[in-house]
């Protein structure tokens, strides 16, 4: 469903015929985290529990990147309480990131969504590197004790999107499925609209995601 989504945008970007890149990777410079930056990882990795060393992710996969600018879509599995953490790590004081304050909202909004989608074992444990880093999972969904390793290790690389991307020059933009768009004279959400929209709909929501980088 997430790649069906992303096959949608970019669809509403040819519409509007606007220039982008798609499947765009970031190598990731060590040496531009190295000091401040490995400070501000380990201090969210801790906030989570982690245990031993950070890791650190090798490259940054964006679905879709214009110039300068790198976009990526979060579904339901993106907004919990282990996000809600992440969110409030001094990055965000230090950076300035637009959809910030919405995210913080609908992190501590939506997370029942994120249960009926993020109890599946893969995305509940996630990789091996999740337990290793974050200990073992409850059993789904039991977010006490230890809750989700998989949810830590997913908030944890998305503060690493967030960070590094800044660091290396880049302008992250998230579009989180709950967002709402006016279309018809009535707010729609953005998940919702992707699942089967008209050449219409694709242009507005071509037009919304430019703006996005004003």
Same mark, same amino acid.
């Given at each position: 469903?997430?790649?069906?989504?992303?096959?949608?945008?970019?669809?509403?970007?040819?519409?509007? $015929?606007?220039?982008? &890149?798609? !499947? #765009?990777?970031?190598?990731?410079?060590?040496?531009?985290?190295?000091?401040? %930056?490995?400070? @501000?990882?380990?201090?969210?990795?801790? $906030?989570?529990?982690? &245990?031993? !060393? #950070?890791?650190?992710?090798?490259?940054?996969?964006?679905?879709?990147?214009? %110039?300068?600018? @790198?976009?990526?879509?979060?579904?339901?599995?993106?907004?919990?309480?282990?996000r809600l953490k992440t969110l409030k790590a001094e990055v965000y004081s230090l950076f300035n990131y637009?959809?910030?304050?919405?995210?913080?909202?609908?992190?501590?909004?939506?997370?029942r969504e994120c249960l009926v989608s993020g109890s599946q074992e893969r995305i509940w444990n996630g990789?091996?590197?999740?337990?290793?880093?974050?200990?073992?999972?409850?059993?789904?969904?039991?977010?006490t004790g230890n809750g989700s390793s998989g949810w830590k290790l997913n908030a944890y690389n998305d503060?690493?999107?967030?960070?590094?991307?800044?660091?290396?020059?880049?302008?992250?933009?998230?579009?989180?499925?709950?967002?709402?768009?006016?279309?018809?004279?009535?707010?729609?959400?953005?998940?919702?609209?992707?699942?089967?929209?008209?050449?219409?709909?694709?242009?507005?929501?071509?037009?919304?995601?430019?703006?996005?980088?004003?």
């Amino acid at each position: 469903m997430h790649h069906q989504k992303i096959d949608q945008l970019i669809k509403a970007l040819e519409e509007i $015929e606007a220039p982008y &890149e798609i !499947d #765009f990777h970031v190598p990731i410079k060590k040496s531009l985290i190295e000091g401040k %930056g490995e400070g @501000l990882l380990l201090e969210a990795y801790k $906030e989570l529990d982690g &245990e031993g !060393d #950070f890791p650190l992710l090798n490259q940054l996969k964006v679905d879709i990147k214009i %110039g300068k600018f @790198l976009f990526v879509y979060d579904d339901a599995n993106h907004f919990n309480r282990y996000r809600l953490k992440t969110l409030k790590a001094e990055v965000y004081s230090l950076f300035n990131y637009t959809w910030h304050q919405s995210y913080l909202r609908m992190c501590r909004t939506f997370e029942r969504e994120c249960l009926v989608s993020g109890s599946q074992e893969r995305i509940w444990n996630g990789p091996p590197i999740a337990s290793r880093c974050f200990g073992r999972s409850e059993e789904a969904p039991d977010l006490t004790g230890n809750g989700s390793s998989g949810w830590k290790l997913n908030a944890y690389n998305d503060l690493q999107y967030d960070l590094i991307s800044r660091l290396q020059g880049f302008k992250l933009i998230r579009i989180p499925s709950y967002e709402n768009l006016m279309i018809g004279g009535k707010l729609q959400r953005i998940d919702k609209l992707l699942l089967r929209p008209n050449a219409e709909t694709l242009r507005v929501i071509g037009s919304w995601l430019l703006r996005k980088m004003d």
